[in-house]
């Protein structure tokens, strides 16, 4: 268990509607990145956010954003769905200290039919 | 700019036989280079991690890699597989504080 928390597991919807997908980091982490892993495009970093800013962006698409809140938390929100979006989405932490380890939670399946 | 090439997309070794993942990598400078492991339907886990210290590193679970600079590699090995290795392998190299992804080698292992 790395101790970072990703919900929902699972989630299927319809092209065109918008889902939220949520992250808890590890306590004592202040950073949180995104990644999408698909069978085309492999894991693609999306952005990442460190103590409620934005950090750095990847290939974030612009239907898609994100957040952290003050408590750390942060979700992806993604809309306008299409079948193409239909991935893997992992959320993962790092601690203060840039040792370059993420840790990452399982995964939200996101299913778009 | 950096990227990693992992040489093979899938390879397959029998149990108690050795393990090679192949990466190379493409850097302006010392790079921080990764190998992570991905079981099914679970997140990433990092083994082991280079950053300019020794160029032979040890991981978790039996895995090592060497860095050869001249050759631009970072190839994971292993003496001797285990069932439980059956996963994929990630090699990363970190720029900016982010990571960047190879594409992946499925590792399967027969009995």
């Known amino acids: 268990d790395s101790g970072v928390t990703q919900t929902p597991k699972h989630l299927i919807t319809a092209t065109g509607q918008r889902v939220t997908l949520r992250c808890s980091p590890r306590?004592?982490?202040?950073?949180v990145y995104w990644y999408q892993q698909s069978l085309d495009q492999g894991l693609q970093f999306l952005i990442q956010?460190?103590?409620?800013?934005?950090?750095a962006k990847g290939n974030i698409l612009e239907r898609f954003s994100a957040q952290q809140f003050p408590d750390l938390h942060s979700e992806l929100n993604l809309s306008s769905l299409e079948l193409g979006d239909s991935a893997l989405y992992f959320c993962?932490?790092?601690?203060?200290?840039?040792?370059?380890?993420?840790?990452f939670g399982e995964g939200s399946r996101l299913t778009v039919l | 700019a950096q990227s990693v090439t992992q040489l093979d997309s899938h390879v397959s070794v029998s149990e108690g036989t050795p393990v090679l993942l192949r990466c190379n990598y493409s850097?302006?400078?010392?790079?921080?280079l990764f190998w992570y492991v991905q079981h099914p339907n679970k997140g990433l886990q990092l083994l082991l991690k280079?950053?300019?210290?020794?160029?032979l590193v040890k991981g978790i679970n039996g895995f090592e890699a060497e860095f050869k600079k001249s050759e631009t590699s970072f190839h994971l090995t292993k003496p001797s597989a285990h069932m439980s290795d059956a996963a994929e392998y990630f090699c990363?190299?970190?720029?900016?504080?982010?990571?960047?992804f190879g594409q992946g080698t499925e590792l399967s292992v027969k009995p």
């Open positions: 993962a932490s790092s601690p203060p200290a840039d040792t370059g380890e993420l840790f």
């Open positions: 306590s004592g982490d202040l950073s």
């Open positions: 956010y460190y103590n409620g800013e934005e950090r």
């Open positions: 850097s302006s400078y010392s790079p921080s």
């Open positions: 280079y950053t300019s210290a020794a160029t």
């Open positions: 990363v190299v970190s720029k900016g504080g982010k990571l960047i």
